[in-house]
């Protein structure tokens, strides 16, 4: 991939998680001004990937992402990364606390700190940016009197740190993944994560029968969310995280099934889970209790058999 | 066909429903002295096929016929028939019913009007023979004095009948089936079963999760039996017969499904329903209610966009 | 009780049954011609009770007796008694295996050693008698030569013991039951099982429905048979053995959810398992591998907590 | 009640939907600076209910009322309400478009008019207000030029409507809910909705197995929702919306059913679904498709018919 799109500008959290996948040695990063801008910019063909946020721990699902992902043309996830989120407070260097009156974040940075800021800034303007390094940016032009944004926002925008660590809740991780045009899968690692969005009939039962249509399989959910359908009321995209490959036969029938019995589904990427230095991965869920003859071999072994089935054997 | 095997002598029910078969035209039919050595004689090559009952709407199964489809070397079923079955009782010419003191039949002749003879020849001794119209021969041989049989064996070996309909339920019918050596199955016509048998392991819910796999396929289920394993205590094989043909991409998954989580599976089977003159279907079971996404074209077009996710296409 | 009703004479594999439950002490023990004919002493009230024989480990389900226990006024089972069987060939002092023309027992008697009189008495006519004590009668009584009976059947009528332990399978074990008019079931005894029948309207999943009923509430299925109904194609009654006995909370709440969903249900009791010396209990199935919350103390706690959300309290 | 609480100052949507509800008349509503505070106050009881937006059409749920909902002491849901939302921009009469440098709003408001301020207001700040009609305050106090708010809220503040309509998705809807501490449900209506949340073991199958107690009762669940829960990794709370009220039978015994087997579950209340004049019910689902036997007398009868079982009879 030689140019990659992510949240701009320099020194966001989502620049940080893209610095850290392998795709992105020896590629131009190219920061856009927004999410939205991101996943058009793939589309489009301005970039050959984008970097997006999908899932924090403490926030939850990011919905215009999950939305996004479900427009059209289409695109797949590759990769995934998983970060440690680290919140500081940037000012102009020698601003006090007392001077600031207001105050710029990234929505998702406000949530986080909301009550860091309510108690130590209760009378300071609270203003959305776009990004959490666009607030540290607008702290450096003056117009306002700090961020809360990453540690790395401070050396590419000339600020100090006025308080560190100031998320309300000191674990949060967030999780980001990479997108591109449709191409084929990555090859299956042994633990993977196949994600997918699809709808299905308003009926009773309806969605108990899709997740059975995964659990028969032995197929793990690691993660449901629902989004309203825009201009629809009362209908939902369900979002799924699963465990398992496209690849595999296990999970290439249980999507099979879910083609034939969703209203619609949207596959969007098969591709190694994260773990490791970047933080704990998210929503990886159980550790794998095998369903019996969930794995390739006994798929492989079946497949045979029924072949022989069809053509005059018996065992 | 050359050569198809039956329970004999000639003038049995089972000569009669293999007659309304089209594999019959233009076969010798061979008569054999017991069920059992009808599926021996299929198994060692002696026949090319051979015709047993399987089912009675009154007895209910008949076990040695469900045994020995699980015995080895594997069988198949090919087709099947349904007869009514008309029981009249047969004597020698003159004899008064008074007169009887000795009675013959097959076990089921027996079972089957066993309340007649209750009422009309209560003193009489019963004896089971190998077949009805074994009975009917020890009447011609002077063995016994009457014989519960069809009236095709009057006939055949020189009786008269001296009571008709004598069966306790008028409405009985049996279900036959014509076995051979496996084979590929004849095409499916639309309206087929699939026969098959299994073992699970003994813990709570096994079963229910194999007919899960059925039910989640649309497949549904017309007939089970337990049989006990011998030899085993506690243990069985389920007999099942189920909606549609394994040449079908949903009976075909269900049956590798079935491959895989299930101790062993034996397929018995996939054939045409038998309907019209021979008498109504037995376990025709219900008007498919189809799942959705469970028809052939669902299976296809899935197929096909999983092919397509796994080379990089997404729609 | 003071009357218990059993198939006779004296001596037969029933009554054999029958002395190894507390019930008959003291009891007086009534032979009756049949097994049907017990059930009916039973509905008249000429017995206080009933033994009968249920399930065979190579015979399979009794047919009569599972026909008969769906039949009106209802009975229920309060006892069960495992037998392990062991078949004699008793003649008439004196007699050799050469000088036997005829053989006679029950039905099962016959069916359970049919491959021993094939070797042994291949020349030999095969006679039904009500019961394999009634067989040992007809020896005695000079009208066949040889009876397939229990070894107690030698003393009850003068007979000796011409070739031992004769079926082909040697580990052969039945069940029988002990029924009475309906009655307060015996107390639990935490190994219990409960026995009921149930017919389904004839519609693709519907068995499942009714099996998964018992599955979330962790009831384990030990036993599942259909037995056609009479004067109806292809519909059944399902017979199922379960682990737990009604008085609990789960089989309470099991058995209350088949009464909705069944087209119709008939509870045949909830009794202790039988175990020891009178040889392993049939369809024990599997250890019970508990359902989290499926114990009566979750049931106690779940209750609770739901009278509290009725009247206002919320934990 | 005497005292509501609600999202302040006066003229949000939230009091426009309270003012729509039967408990509001009478009632002296408070405005509160946030939905946590409406909860603590309800919590602590400054007031006696609080009215909080809980689902958005277009935006989703409203993730700190979801949060704010299963943390402790408990709330329950009384009552809710659907409001059509109509978002104007307000300014200080005499201002155009051209003038504006500054829009507030809440954060909601931002996100559903984010296209058109996009288009219209490019080079706009725009900056978060902790309610609309807390925008529209600062617009009349000149700390911004113009607030996305509700029409009440020019009235209330003494500004003109710029522009009317302007939300992105003309058909948004919200649903708010009134909270109360713990309370006896209001009694079933026979359109009612019960809202809980759960927690279960992080293991495969246990979400399905949570949804099969729903579905085999007959319980249709209208809304499924995951959100993070604090302080650990890859564990959710399920918001889940059904049909039914806790005084049925049917969702009882789910219930129940629920307490058993998750880890958690709270019961966020039963009450009438919304409908008519205010808007399209949210969430208002399928059309109840009973399941057979679902029904209350179904219930009674089977429960009636369980402790005749228990005491002896059979029918």
Redesign the interface.
């Known amino acids: 991939m030689r140019r990659i799109g992510f949240l701009g500008p320099h020194a966001t959290f989502t620049e940080q998680a893209l610095r850290s996948l392998p795709q992105a040695e020896g590629a131009e990063l190219v920061p856009l001004p927004g999410n939205p801008a991101v996943l058009a910019a793939v589309r489009d063909g301005s970039v050959d990937a984008g970097c997006v946020p999908i899932e924090?721990?403490?926030?939850?699902a990011v919905?215009p992402v999950l939305d996004g992902l479900v427009s059209d043309p289409?695109l797949?996830i590759v990769q995934e990364a998983v970060l440690a989120v680290r919140f500081v407070l940037l000012v102009r260097p020698g601003t006090a606390l007392a001077e600031i009156r207001a105050v710029a974040s990234h929505?998702h940075g406000?949530a986080q700190t909301r009550g860091w800021i309510a108690e130590n800034l209760p009378a300071a303007?609270?203003?959305?940016a776009t990004s959490t390094s666009e607030g540290a940016a607008q702290v450096a032009r003056g117009?306002v009197d700090a961020a809360v944004s990453s540690p790395l926002a401070a050396a590419q925008h000339g600020l100090e740190v006025l308080a560190d660590d100031i998320a309300d809740?000191a674990?949060a991780?967030t999780r980001f993944v990479l997108l591109t045009r449709?191409?084929?899968?990555p090859p299956p690692t042994g633990h993977d994560r196949t994600t997918l969005a699809l709808t299905t009939?308003?009926?009773?039962?309806s969605?108990?029968?899709l997740?059975?249509?995964l659990?028969?399989?032995?197929v793990?959910?690691?993660?449901?969310?629902?989004?309203?359908i825009?201009?629809k009321?009362?209908e939902?995209w369900?979002h799924l995280d699963c465990s398992g490959h496209?690849?595999e036969p296990a999970m290439?029938?249980a999507?099979?099934?879910l083609?034939?019995?969703s209203e619609s589904v949207?596959?969007l990427g098969s591709y190694s889970r994260a773990t490791g230095s970047a933080g704990?991965?998210?929503?990886?869920?159980?550790p794998?209790?095998p369903?019996?003859?969930?794995d390739a071999e006994?798929?492989r072994?079946?497949?045979a058999?029924?072949d022989g089935?069809?053509?005059?054997?018996?065992?």
């Open positions: 924090n721990s403490v926030e939850g919905p289409p797949v929505g406000i303007e609270v203003r959305v117009e809740n674990d991780v449709p191409a084929p899968p009939e308003n009926r009773p039962g969605l108990l029968g997740l059975t249509e659990a028969v399989r032995g793990d959910l690691t993660r449901i969310e629902s989004r309203p825009k201009d009321h009362n939902y369900f496209v690849a290439g029938e999507l099979a099934a083609h034939r019995r949207r596959f704990p991965a998210t929503g990886a869920g159980a794998a209790v369903l019996n003859g969930a006994a798929y072994a079946a497949t058999w029924l089935l069809r053509n005059g054997a018996c065992t």
